[in-house]
């Protein structure tokens, strides 16, 4: 059986989901601070089967060490976290409390439990301002600008140093990229509670008339048109990864790092346009400075992951685009259902 902490979230869900296709046993646990119940409702019909769920903090060693006593788990995979980097830099206590207090507290009673196989949620944000591209993974990492950042390498660091102590653990790092769309069925995908940080989840509010224009982050950058460049990454592509991940994990021990990336970059500019062809909704644009702490470009070398995972993103922008843009409408559909009634 496999755990999955934060399961009820954007990338946890779609791991769940592939796992149970594959006729895993899977056990979430969530405690629905920046996700819903209905996420497990979503799961279930999709996968024909429910998973275990738990409602309940990753930080709550009691919990952890009750899980890991009555399932007969095998492997971890560790998505529970906080991820707004705004406002990680207004909450620091909170992100190093739930992002490496929470990493601290499932390694210490996965030792225990004598469970040594996990796979770890972690970002390109710990490369920080890398300039050589594609970036892989023998770059160093760098310093990231903000405390989400941090507490993803302070988490990578924890997992580094339990794997040198004990030669029982096996343990994926995956650094993704910038995971975006949604699942083709329209019933899954990212459902922020509040303002939306990143790119896309913002377009799709401004494509279906919530919010008025999009603000690109600086046009000055020094890119093709100006504006930032990302390795936008399917999400069941992502997810997909994870599986590799825990396979490729039983034959190894120690940390093993891998990029989940397209190896492709897009700029801001590119990733609206696209979006305006396959939607046919245009996009109001007010052109801002420079976000702090944004990178101009940031795009992997997804090559070791093809070579020890067998894993490679098949997914286009374009079908990105149209999975996100499909799971936003049926989100205002249901929104409209219930008001209606
Ligand atoms: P998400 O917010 O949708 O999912 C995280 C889930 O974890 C949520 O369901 C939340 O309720 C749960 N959670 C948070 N703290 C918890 C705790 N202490 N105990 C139990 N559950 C808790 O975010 P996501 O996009 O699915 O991200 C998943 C992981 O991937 C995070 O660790 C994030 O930092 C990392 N990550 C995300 C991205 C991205 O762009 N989405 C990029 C790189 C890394
Ligand atoms: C992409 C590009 C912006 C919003 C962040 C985290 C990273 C990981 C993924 C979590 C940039 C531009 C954005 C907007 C814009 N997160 N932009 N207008 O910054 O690459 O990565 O999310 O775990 O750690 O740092 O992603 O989607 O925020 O931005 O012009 O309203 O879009 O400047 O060039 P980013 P993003």
């Known amino acids: 059986m496999i755990l999955i902490t934060g399961g009820a979230g954007y990338i946890g869900a779609h791991v769940a989901l592939e796992l149970l296709a594959r006729n895993e046993d899977v056990l979430i646990l969530d405690n629905l601070c920046n996700s819903q119940r209905s996420a497990i409702e979503r799961i279930s019909t999709l996968a024909g089967q429910r998973p275990g769920f738990i409602q309940g903090d990753v930080r709550n060693r009691r919990l952890l060490d009750t899980l890991l006593r009555d399932y007969p788990i095998d492997a971890v995979v560790h998505c529970a976290g906080l991820k707004a980097v705004g406002e990680s830099v207004h909450e620091p206590l909170r992100y190093y409390d739930n992002n490496v207090g929470g990493s601290l507290t499932l390694c210490q009673a996965m030792a225990q439990a004598g469970v040594f196989t996990l796979v ?18 023998s770059c160093a990492t760098g310093q990231p600008t903000n405390p989400y950042g941090m507490s993803k390498l302070m988490a990578e660091n ?74 936008y990454i399917h999400i069941v592509d992502l997810a997909q990864g994870h599986l590799c991940a825990l396979d490729a994990l039983r034959e190894r021990s120690g940390v093993n790092i891998w990029n989940l990336g397209t190896g492709r970059g897009y700029s801001v500019l590119e990733l609206v346009k696209s979006f305006e062809q396959v939607s046919g909704v245009p996009i109001a644009l007010q052109f801002k400075a420079r976000r702090p702490g944004d990178v101009t470009c940031c795009w992997a ?16 922008l374009q079908d990105m685009l149209t999975d996100a843009w499909r799971w936003q409408c049926s989100q205002l559909e249901t929104e409209w259902i219930r008001e209606a009634n």
């Open 120 to 137: 770890f949620s972690s970002s390109a944000t710990v490369y920080g301002d890398c300039c050589t591209m594609p970036i892989n993974e």
């Open 158 to 231: 924890i997992m580094q140093s339990v794997a040198s102590s004990d030669p029982r653990w096996s343990i994926g790092l995956l650094r993704y990229f910038n995971p975006i769309g949604a699942h083709p069925s329209g019933l899954l995908g990212e459902a922020p509670l509040n303002m939306p940080n990143n790119l896309l989840p913002f377009l799709l509010q401004v494509a279906s008339g919530q919010r008025e224009y999009l603000s690109v982050f600086g046009n000055d950058y020094p890119t093709a048109d100006g504006t930032g460049v990302r390795d």
């Open 301 to 316: 070398d997804p090559q070791k992951a093809a070579d020890e995972l067998g894993w490679r993103a098949s997914r286009s």
